[in-house]
T-cell receptor
Framework: NAGVTQTPKFQVLKTGQSMTLQCAQD?????MSWYRQDPGMGLRLIHYSVGAGITDQGEVPNGYNVSRSTTEDFPLRLLSAAPSQTSVYFCASSPGGGQQETQYFGPGTRLLVL | LAKTTQPISMDSYEGQEVNITCSHNNIATNDYITWYQQFPSQGPRFIIQGYKTKVTNEVASLFIPADRKSSTLSLPRVSLSDTAVYYCLVAPGANNLFFGTGTRLTVIP
C-alpha cells in the first residue's frame, strides 16, 4: 500500500490564483481530513469527510473548498490564494474515525503564496 | 474537544529515558489519549494510544493515572533519531483531532 499520497510536494502561487491540492489513499478508509500547519505551530483542521459525498468544516475552513466523490480521493481547493494561506498542508485518513482508531498522514504539500 | 497542556520543549542526552507529561483536566469519559510524533518536513505519525493505566508497545510506554487528567509518554533510551515534536491528543476517536503546539524534544549526543 502507498498509504496517503499528496501532490504536489511544493507549490508557489501568486495572490488571487486558485489551485487544487490532491490527496489520495489506498487503504479504503472512510474518514479523510485536511490540516494546515504554520511555522512553529500545531496542525489545524480545515475540512473533513466521513465518507464519499459527505464533507464538513473544521476549525479553519475559510478560503478552502473540498469534495469527496470517491472513497480514495479528497482534493482541497484554494479559491483565491492569499499570503495568509502560506503553510504546509497535510492530508490524513483513518478507517472510520471511531474509537481507538488513528490517523495516517501524508507527506505534506508546502505552499507559498506571494 | 478536551484541550491539552504539554511542555514546549525538552532536551535529553542520548541513552536516557525521557518522560513527557501532558495535562488534560477536561477529559471526557469516552476520550482516548493518543500521542503522535512529527519529524521535520513530515506528517505526524502515531506512537501510542491508551485509555487508562499503562500501555506499552515496541516504541514507548504510556502511563495514565486513575483520574485520567494527565498522561506521561515514556521513551526508553532515546537516540538522536528521536528528536522530533511530540503531540498529546485527547479525543473519542480519530475524527477532528486538535493538535496543540506539542513538545519539541531535542536529543543531545
Amino acid at each position: 500500500n502507498a498509504g496517503v499520497t499528496q501532490t504536489p510536494k511544493f507549490q508557489v502561487l501568486k495572490t488571487g490564483q486558485s489551485m487544487t491540492l490532491q490527496c489520495a489513499q489506498d487503504m479504503n478508509h472512510e474518514y479523510m481530513s485536511w490540516y494546515r500547519q504554520d511555522p512553529g505551530m500545531g496542525l489545524r483542521l480545515i475540512h473533513y469527510s466521513v465518507g464519499a459525498g459527505i464533507t464538513d468544516q473544521g476549525e479553519v475552513p475559510n478560503g478552502y473548498n473540498v469534495s469527496r466523490s470517491t472513497t480514495e480521493d479528497f482534493p482541497l481547493r484554494l479559491l483565491s490564494a492569499a499570503p495568509s494561506q502560506t503553510s504546509v498542508y497535510f492530508c490524513a485518513s483513518s478507517p472510520g474515525g471511531g474509537q481507538q482508531e488513528t490517523q495516517y498522514f501524508g507527506p505534506g504539500t508546502r505552499l507559498l503564496v506571494l | 474537544l478536551a484541550k491539552t497542556t504539554q511542555p514546549i520543549s525538552m532536551d535529553s542526552y542520548e541513552g536516557q529515558e525521557v518522560n513527557i507529561t501532558c495535562s488534560h483536566n477536561n477529559i471526557a469519559t469516552n476520550d482516548y489519549i493518543t500521542w503522535y510524533q512529527q519529524f521535520p518536513s513530515q506528517g505526524p505519525r502515531f506512537i501510542i494510544q491508551g485509555y487508562k493505566t499503562k500501555v506499552t508497545n515496541e516504541v514507548a510506554s504510556l502511563f495514565i493515572p486513575a483520574d485520567r487528567k494527565s498522561s506521561t509518554l515514556s521513551l526508553p533510551r532515546v537516540s538522536l533519531s528521536d528528536t522530533a515534536v511530540y503531540y498529546c491528543l485527547v479525543a473519542p476517536g480519530a475524527n477532528n483531532l486538535f493538535f496543540g503546539t506539542g513538545t519539541r524534544l531535542t536529543v543531545i549526543p
